[in-house]
Structure formats: structure tokens, C-alpha cells
């Protein structure tokens, strides 16, 4: 069974910095690509930062590029999404997932992504 655990969302002010970790389990994890999204209230999901399964090469959505690094810890099974210079349009529940296939080289449709965090909530003050 895969499991995934987020952690280290909270509350920060503009300008600050939060480092999100989403720990692994149940399935290969060096094989996969993974992915940050998230979804603020009343709004749909969207993709924030994606890492393949090679660790060779991330994809961001403009918004977040320049401030969100995306990184991965094979030995750890543990993904990362590095926050800094948060907005307050960043608030939203964040959620990692793991590619719905192996080896997975894609443009990071949420459809190609099957397992999925619990989510954690960030919350950027202005």
C-alpha cells in the first residue's frame, strides 16, 4: 500500500520561507517522478513543481519559478518542495504525488499522478 506523508506547512508572514517534506512508502520510490500541486479554496488543483524520476530535471509552474525549488532524497524516499518568498496567493493545501507509472515522462497532468498526500496546509500573511 503506498502512503504519503506531507509535512511542515504552517503559518508564515509575506517574504518568509517554508521547506514542505513528503515522506514515501510502499512503492519504489527512485522509479517514480513526483510532484507538488495545490489547491486553494474555491479553486481548482494545479501543478506547482515536478521532479523526474531521475532526479535530472524539475518543471515549475511560472508562478512559483525563482522562489519554489523541488528536490528528492532517494535514500530517504522523501520529496521536498523548498518555499521562499512567499505570497499571499500561495495559501492553499499543498499535496505531492507520485506518477501513476514508472519511469513516467510527462507534462504533470494531475490525471497522470495516482497516489496522493493527505495534503498540508500553508498560509501566507500579508
Known amino acids: 500500500q503506498v502512503r504519503l506523508a506531507e509535512s511542515g506547512g504552517g503559518l508564515v508572514q509575506a517574504g518568509g520561507s517554508l521547506r514542505l517534506s513528503c515522506a514515501a512508502s510502499?512503492?519504489?520510490?527512485?522509479?517514480?517522478?513526483w510532484a507538488w500541486f495545490r489547491q486553494a479554496p474555491g479553486k481548482e488543483r494545479e501543478f506547482v513543481a515536478g521532479?523526474?524520476?531521475?532526479?535530472?530535471?524539475?518543471r515549475y509552474a511560472d508562478f512559483v519559478k525563482g522562489r519554489f525549488t523541488i528536490s528528492r532524497d532517494n535514500a530517504k524516499n522523501t520529496v521536498y518542495l523548498q518555499m521562499n518568498s512567499l505570497k499571499a496567493e500561495d495559501t492553499a493545501v499543498y499535496y505531492c504525488?507520485?506518477?501513476?507509472?514508472?519511469?513516467?515522462?510527462?507534462?504533470?497532468?494531475?490525471?497522470?499522478?495516482?497516489?496522493w498526500g493527505q495534503g498540508t496546509q500553508v498560509t501566507v500573511s500579508s
Open positions: 504525488a507520485a506518477a501513476n507509472r514508472k519511469y513516467y515522462s510527462g507534462s504533470y497532468d494531475p490525471g497522470d499522478f495516482g497516489s
Open positions: 510502499g512503492l519504489p520510490f527512485s522509479l517514480y517522478a
Open positions: 521532479i523526474s524520476w531521475a532526479g535530472g530535471s524539475a
